[in-house]
């Protein structure tokens, strides 16, 4: 079965893609989702978590169940290369465990291991082919505004820890400007054939 990495910077439209994809009946692993999953559920990730940022990383709700602090673990994270580093030191390797194992369940021609920092982490020397997602900055950072009501600067912020499109290009197989939906769904259609045919 192939592994189709699908990446490109915040708000380049990944999921919208993702979502294209899926009415094709492709299996989707969002590598983001799983993360922010484990870093709730996973003890030996807890308790890595707890020992690299501390206690104040988890609190607990309500019901007392432990819940991560993301805001804490956000502003200790982004302010820091070496805690981020050591965040995703604990991070990649239990997504990689979490995708193997949701690998061996799946049944189709290919899937598509879905990654915002596809690169940054490695993840893509597992994929037999990288689709990257793109869209002028000025688009994105508008588009993530907007979906997430959030500020400029807390956008940039986001975007300073990733790589930039001149580099993912380097390393991607295929591209899909999504200017447009519709045009990018065709694109999707076209790629889909594609990716069954080779
Ligand atoms: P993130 O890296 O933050 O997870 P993403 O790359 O998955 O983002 P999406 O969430 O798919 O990006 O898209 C960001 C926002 O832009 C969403 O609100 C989505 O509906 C919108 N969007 C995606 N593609 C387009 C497009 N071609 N035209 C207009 N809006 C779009």
């Known amino acids: 079965m192939k592994i189709i990495g699908l990446t490109g910077g915040i708000g380049s439209g990944?999921?919208?893609v993702a979502n294209m994809f899926k009415l094709f009946h492709v299996p989707i692993f969002i590598a983001d989702d799983v993360s922010k999953m484990l870093l709730g559920t996973?003890?030996?990730?807890?308790?890595?978590?707890?020992?690299?940022?501390?206690?104040?990383?988890?609190t607990t709700n309500l019901d007392n169940e432990l819940i991560p602090d993301k805001k804490y673990i956000?502003?200790?994270?982004?302010?820091?290369?070496?805690?981020?580093?050591?965040?995703?030191?604990?991070?990649?390797?239990a997504v990689r465990t979490y995708f193997d194992d949701?690998?061996?369940?799946?049944?189709?021609?290919?899937?598509?291991?879905?990654?915002?920092?596809?690169?940054?982490?490695?993840?893509?020397?597992?994929?037999?082919?990288?689709?990257?997602?793109?869209?002028?900055?000025?688009?994105?950072?508008?588009?993530?505004?907007?979906r997430d009501q959030t500020s400029r600067?807390?956008?940039?912020?986001?975007?300073?820890?990733?790589?930039?499109?001149i580099e993912r290009l380097n390393l991607s197989d295929f591209v899909i400007?999504?200017?447009?939906?519709?045009?990018?769904?065709t694109y999707v259609s076209i790629m889909h054939d594609v990716l069954l045919n080779s």
């Open 14 to 16: 990944k999921s919208t």
């Open 42 to 58: 996973n003890e030996v990730v807890i308790a890595a978590v707890k020992d690299l940022l501390g206690e104040h990383s988890y």
């Open 74 to 93: 956000a502003s200790k994270v982004f302010k820091d290369v070496d805690l981020l580093k050591g965040l995703n030191a604990i991070l990649h390797p």
């Open 102 to 146: 949701w690998l061996l369940k799946q049944d189709a021609p290919y899937i598509i291991y879905e990654a915002a920092i596809l690169f940054e982490s490695g993840g893509h020397k597992r994929c037999d082919a990288v689709l990257l997602i793109t869209t002028n900055i000025e688009e994105r950072v508008n588009r993530v505004m907007q």
């Open 153 to 165: 600067e807390e956008v940039e912020a986001r975007l300073s820890n990733q790589w930039s499109d």
């Open 177 to 185: 400007i999504n200017n447009n939906l519709e045009i990018t769904k």
